[in-house]
């Protein structure tokens, strides 16, 4: 079938994006969905950092590539091995598939799928291979989900599907910013009455966090972040306080455990200091892979320090999105803060200049004007 989406042409393109246009928005051909796989028609998408660093080359990928790896919509067509889901059922598309048989799937979270992750490196889905092409020649599939697009095949191990009374933008967010930030709080940080929970980084995710641990009767939340209008939009979500980092610093500020969302290794070097000893720091961005820091081993030893990486949240999907659309139902999770915009899909290039500059938190694309 023809289908309409943004296809990054080359990586690496200056910024700003919205003149070096790398997304090119095009008609592509979608094959039929395999045996395991399902036909979606894309209702939702959010704009996320791990989309803007692929455009500016820290996680190189394959290309052409039809980004988006964050989305949600309703499914038109199931493979015949499919039994878990139905068509016309809402579904939240999960960036990393769990074939549930691997080493990593055995560790309840605490490790990707290992089949899951060689495909999305590949840029294919998790049976093999890719379902899109233009002219004859393959584009491939960003992390299993190739969200920017009025339709998507994915492998059903990538979809969680949620009822009717949650709408698509929110659906959106649950399968990246609320998986990621959300599941660092309740599969890592796992707050305490009494104690601080900090997140380092108030964009969609580092917002995701904050939101899941004021959930906790009586955590203490702090974000932290440069910009003045993320700082005023985590308070206006309710944290208890929102602080520069050199604010945090002057203060001699600890916290319990601090959640690391921004994705750079100096940020990362911040959260360590910033870790009240015997507390957690876990990291969820994605930094090049280039980016390193200094540690002192005995720093770690002496104050008793957890230094913890959590991909995806440290998320199983099937088993934390219910949860947390059950905390969004009764109100303890108020996932509509955390969307600062809707755009369209031709808006895409300059979508990316907007995270880049970090003038937004989390833009959706709304497909239902397609």
């Known amino acids: 079938m023809k289908i309409r989406g943004a296809v990054l042409e080359s990586i690496g393109a200056p910024s700003p994006f919205d003149q070096s246009r790398p997304l090119q928005v095009a008609e592509l051909d979608l094959a039929e969905p395999g045996p395991t796989e399902v036909l979606v028609r894309v209702e939702a998408a959010g704009v996320c950092h791990s989309d803007l660093s692929v455009v500016d080359g820290k996680r190189p990928r394959p290309v052409p590539m039809l980004l988006g790896h964050e989305a ?214 994605l930094p090049a892979p280039d980016d390193t820091i200094e540690l002192s081993p005995l720093a770690l030893v002496a104050e008793g320090k957890t230094l913890v990486g959590s991909y995806l949240g440290s998320a199983v999907p099937k088993r934390d999105i219910p949860v947390f659309v059950d905390m969004w139902r009764a109100g303890q999770l108020p996932l509509e803060h955390l969307v600062s915009s809707t755009i369209a899909l031709d808006d895409i290039n300059r979508a990316m200049d907007d995270l880049a500059d970090g003038s937004e938190l989390r833009q959706i694309i709304d497909f239902t004007q397609e």
Do not use: W
Not at 122 to 150: K, M
Not at 165 to 187: E, F, Q, S, W, Y
Not at 255 to 282: C, H, N
């Open 72 to 285: 949600a919509g309703r499914i038109e067509q199931v493979g015949a091995e499919v039994t878990d889901l139905a068509v016309g059922q809402r579904v939240i598309m999960t960036f990393l598939p769990r074939c549930g048989e691997c080493a990593g799937c055995a560790t309840d979270g605490m490790a990707p799928c290992v089949p899951g992750s060689v495909a999305n490196g590949g840029g294919e889905l998790l049976a093999g291979g890719s379902r899109l092409s233009r002219d004859g020649s393959p584009v491939t599939h960003h992390l299993g989900v190739s969200g920017f697009a009025t339709h998507a095949v994915v492998d059903h191990r990538s979809l969680v599907p949620v009822e009717d009374d949650v709408p698509p933008n929110v659906a959106a967010v649950l399968g990246c910013a609320v998986l990621t930030g959300g599941g660092a709080v309740i599969n890592v940080a796992k707050p305490r009455s009494g104690q601080t929970v900090a997140v380092v980084g108030l964009g969609g995710v580092g917002l995701a966090a904050a939101l899941t641990a004021l959930s906790y009767e009586g955590v203490r939340v702090v974000g932290i972040d440069p910009l003045g209008h993320k700082r005023a939009a985590a308070l206006q979500a309710g944290v208890h306080e929102a602080l520069t980092p050199d604010e945090a610093a002057e203060k001699g500020f600890k916290a319990d455990a601090v959640i690391e969302a921004v994705g750079s290794g100096r940020v990362f070097a911040s959260a360590i200091a910033l870790t009240a000893p015997g507390g957690k720091t876990i990291t969820v961005g």
